[in-house]
C-alpha cells in the first residue's frame, strides 16, 4: 500500500530561524513528489516538485531535497518569517496513476 | 487569471438534509479531483474525473455521496441524508492531464451537520 508519513507532526519556531521538515515514502513505482503549503482556511498550493533524477530544488527560502533511495524528502526553510506559517504537505505520484498519496502535513507555527 | 472556485464557502445544514456542493475548475484543466479534510487531518480522496473517461470514485466512502462533473467543466458534489461525521472541508481541485502537473485547489466548503 503506498503511504507518505511526515515528521514532525507540528513544529514551532521563533521568526528568523531556519527548520527542516521531514517526508518518508513508499510509493511504487516512483514518479514525483511535491511539496504543498496550504495556509488557514485556504487550499493548498504547490512549492516545489521533485522528480526521480532530482537531489535539490530550491523556490526563495524554501529548499526540497530528495533521496530516492531512501525514499525520503525534506523541506528546509531559511530564515523564517510569519507568513510561513502553515501546513506542509508532501505529496507523492506513482508512475502509471493520476491520484497521488498525501501526507497528513506539518503544521508549522513561527512565532515573532 | 481566475482559480478553482468553490461554492458555498460554508454550509450549516441538519442531519438528514442532502447537500450539493460546486466546483468550478480552472479552465482547460481535464482533471479534477474531489477531496475531505476533517479537522487536522491529512486529505482523503474522493473521486476523480478525466476528460470523458468513467471517474475513479474508490475513495467515496459511502453510496450518499456522489459526483457528477457537465460538460468537462462544472463538478457536483452531492451528499444524501447527511451524518454528523460528514462535517469537514470538502475541497476541489483541477490540473491538466500529466502526473507531473500539480493539483490547483480552490479553497473548499465548510460542511457542518447539525
Known amino acids: 500500500k503506498n503511504q507518505v508519513e511526515q515528521s514532525p507532526q507540528s513544529l514551532i519556531i521563533l521568526e528568523g530561524k531556519n527548520c527542516t521538515l521531514q517526508c518518508n515514502y513508499t510509493v511504487s513505482p516512483f514518479s514525483n513528489l511535491r511539496w504543498y503549503k496550504q495556509d488557514t482556511g485556504r487550499g493548498p498550493v504547490s512549492l516545489t516538485i521533485?522528480?526521480?533524477?532530482?537531489n535539490t530544488k530550491s523556490n526563495g527560502r524554501y529548499t526540497a531535497t530528495l533521496d530516492a533511495d531512501t525514499k525520503q524528502s525534506s523541506l528546509h526553510i531559511t530564515a523564517s518569517q510569519l507568513s510561513d506559517s502553515a501546513s506542509y504537505i508532501c505529496?507523492?505520484?506513482?508512475?502509471?496513476?493520476?491520484?497521488?498519496?498525501f501526507g497528513r502535513g506539518t503544521s508549522l507555527i513561527v512565532h515573532p | 487569471g481566475a482559480g478553482v472556485s468553490q461554492s458555498p464557502s460554508n454550509k450549516v445544514t441538519e442531519k438528514g438534509k442532502d447537500v450539493e456542493l460546486r466546483c468550478d475548475p480552472i479552465?482547460?484543466?481535464?482533471?479534477l479531483y474531489w477531496y475531505r479534510q476533517s479537522l487536522g487531518q491529512g486529505l482523503e480522496f474522493l473521486i476523480y474525473?478525466?476528460?470523458?473517461?468513467?471517474?475513479?470514485k474508490s475513495g467515496l466512502p459511502s453510496d450518499r455521496f456522489s459526483a457528477e462533473r457537465t460538460g468537462g467543466s462544472v463538478s457536483t458534489l452531492t451528499i444524501q441524508r447527511t451524518q454528523q461525521e460528514d462535517s469537514a472541508v470538502y475541497l476541489c481541485?483541477?490540473?491538466?492531464?500529466?502526473?507531473?502537473?500539480?493539483?490547483?485547489f480552490g479553497n473548499g466548503t465548510r460542511l457542518t451537520v447539525t
Open positions: 505529496v507523492v505520484s506513482a508512475g502509471g496513476s493520476y491520484i497521488p498519496t
Open positions: 479552465s482547460g484543466h481535464t482533471a
Open positions: 481541485a483541477s490540473s491538466f492531464t500529466g502526473e507531473n502537473s500539480p493539483l490547483h
Open positions: 521533485m522528480t526521480f533524477s532530482e
Open positions: 474525473f478525466q476528460g470523458n473517461s468513467a471517474p475513479d
